[in-house]
């Protein structure tokens, strides 16, 4: 019991800046969305379809940053602060190269969501959303470089701090610029993007400079050299970030692809979906919050030796997901009829899009549970630097049963938006139950050394 109340401590001290400094992220795009919607749903709709190819993009790049996680976090605990060093800036290095492929990806929104049987005039604004973007690309993937190695090494704060800045110069951008305040151009869903690509540069700047004033990077760091450009090194971390963000992007996309679809039953499904799937991405941050403080304390655990007390770890992590999730359960299924005004109005207009998001929402928190246990088990393979198999069991979960599933409900059954949402619950639970077995058996209780880099 003793130990118990230790991990959970532990963690939960990790974990509580972490999910702060999530939620902080998150809500960038919940403001957007909120402030686009009160504009009109035709803006909310933009901005949904030009978000979900930027997320569903960029997420790549952060999943192969990602990859630096048990390089840092082992380093740490085994007081390697040469190692930490070195996988902090293989992880700035390769973000830096990924966001070039992604960037060209973000020129051809309009064609990819065109071809994937979106409204042309819909694709053509979600284009512009996502190309006044691109310069904060590079930073986005630096600033949460330097955040996983600064979390990797149990400082967890200044991150927090930085998300909560970034929140209110976000809000004061969106409005300026989506509604053309103080004298500024009305520019809608492009102001929309322009406020989020100046945040992301801000916050990569204020990180740095909190990590020179406050010395953050002392006894873990170690000048740039020619180790530090070295393919083979590069190549580890890539190696282990990849399936990361291999995994990633199977979940993002399995949502992604429902979004589509959603968009084909009509702008109302798309809108409701839009909403629903926002509130579930912003309960999400808790359980990732634990996840990245899970797999903080697991690797730190097996850099000093200790896998016993990893394994032991990994499963308080597991209830403190499940539990968190349970909670926010329970406000979906209160809060089905009043959470989506805060996104659409109560307006006869928006009737239709208010009671398909109050009859999602109960489907969306029967699969809480589930989403906590799935992306705490995530932490936990990244701590150990077994990636491999989560990316294989999200690959069998989401497109093997999820997605058939939910096309089947919603198309040949005809249960709209209501059979996409229990397709992806299906997938969700079985990945969830997968992840919680894979590590009782293979867990961190039985690596035997350190990952090197």
């Not at 940053?65 to 060093?85: L, N, R």
């Not at 690509?197 to 801000?202: E, F, I, R, Y």
């Not at 993002?252 to 926002?278: D, Y």
């Not at 619950?425 to 880099?453: D, E, K, Y």
């Amino acid at each position: 019991m003793h130990s118990n109340r230790r991990e959970f401590s532990t963690i939960a001290r990790l974990a509580a800046p972490v999910v702060a400094t999530q939620l902080g992220t998150m809500m960038l795009g919940v403001v957007d969305n909120v402030m686009l919607g009160n504009l009109s749903v035709e803006a909310l709709n933009a901005s949904s379809l030009g978000r979900l190819w930027v997320m569903g993009t960029w997420l790549f790049g952060m999943g192969l940053v990602f990859g630096i996680d048990p390089f840092v976090s082992q380093a740490h605990g085994a007081g390697d602060g040469k190692a930490a060093g070195l996988a902090l800036q293989r992880g700035l290095l390769v973000g830096l190269l990924a966001s070039v492929p992604i960037g060209l990806l973000w020129v051809f929104t309009e064609e990819a969501l065109v071809l994937f049987g979106q409204d042309p005039l819909l694709a053509r604004e979600a284009e512009r959303y996502a190309l006044v973007q691109l310069p904060g690309l590079p930073f986005l993937l630096c600033f949460h470089a330097l955040r996983q190695y600064l979390q990797g090494r149990g400082i967890v704060r200044p991150a927090m701090w930085v998300a909560i800045l970034a929140n209110g110069l976000n809000y004061g951008l969106n409005w300026l610029l989506i509604f053309g305040n103080l004298g500024f151009p009305k520019l809608g869903v492009m102001g929309a993007g322009i406020a989020t690509a100046v945040t992301q540069v801000a916050m990569f700047g204020l990180l740095v400079l909190l990590v020179v004033q406050f010395r953050l990077a002392e006894g873990a760091w170690t000048p740039w050299g020619r180790e530090s450009w070295a393919p083979r090194g590069l190549w580890r971390v890539a190696a282990v970030g990849a399936p990361v963000a291999f995994q990633i992007g199977l979940e993002m996309w399995a949502f992604q692809i429902v979004t589509l679809w959603a968009g084909r039953l009509g702008a109302p499904e798309l809108a409701a979906h839009t909403i629903v799937l926002n509130l579930a991405s912003v309960s999400f941050m808790i359980p990732l919050g634990i996840s990245i403080g899970t797999s903080t304390r697991v690797g730190n655990l097996l850099g000093a030796g200790e896998p016993r007390e990893a394994q032991h770890a990994s499963f308080v992590a597991f209830a403190m997901g499940a539990g968190a999730m349970a909670l926010c359960a329970l406000v979906f299924l209160l809060g089905r009829n009043t959470l989506p005004l805060l996104y659409v109005g109560g307006t006869a207009d928006n009737s239709e899009v208010l009671a398909l998001a109050a009859r999602v929402l109960p489907i969306a928190a029967a699969f809480q549970l589930f989403d906590g246990l799935q992306v705490v088990g995530s932490g936990i393979l990244r701590g150990m630097g077994r990636t491999l198999p989560g990316a294989l069991i999200n690959l069998v979960g989401y497109y093997v049963l999820a997605l058939p599933f939910a096309a089947w409900l919603s198309f040949s059954l005809d249960q709209g938006l209501t059979g996409l949402w229990w397709g992806l619950s299906l997938g969700l639970s079985t990945i969830a139950l997968a992840l919680v077995g894979w590590v009782a058996v293979r867990g961190p209780g039985t690596v035997q050394q350190r990952i090197q880099g």
